[in-house]
């Protein structure tokens, strides 16, 4: 069994910052990629950014420049640093890690209103 916690999520106001953070834990032997996806109410699940184990990272266009994914893998742990945040970008977070299949969280909710 792995298990997949993300944490961080909240309300923010537009152009605020918003870190989340996603541990996985239990049958563990070596983790390839990780990632966030998300969805926004009413919108379909879409790819927010991955990053390789050796820290290749990908970015949807519409984060790039405010988003930062980062993972330390000593503590399989893998983090979002979002900057500038939008009303768009209002949406329940998920986090995912591949150890043979992927694995996901149950999703963090971030929300970005004034």
């Known amino acids: 069994q792995v298990h997949v916690v993300e944490s961080g999520g909240g309300l923010v106001q537009p152009g605020g910052s918003l870190r989340l953070s996603c541990a996985a834990s239990?049958?563990?032997?070596?983790?390839?990629?990780m990632g966030w996806h998300r969805q926004g109410p009413g919108k379909q699940r879409e790819l927010v950014a991955t990053?390789?184990?050796?820290?290749?990272?990908d970015y949807a266009d519409s984060v790039k420049g405010r988003f930062m994914i980062s993972r330390d893998n000593t503590k399989n742990t893998v983090y979002l640093q979002m900057n500038n945040l939008k009303p768009e970008d209002t949406a329940v977070y998920y986090c995912y890690v591949f150890t043979f299949a992927n694995h996901w969280g149950q999703g963090t909710q971030v929300t970005v209103s004034s």
């Open positions: 239990g049958s563990i032997v070596s983790i390839g990629a």
């Open positions: 990053i390789t184990r050796d820290g290749s990272t």
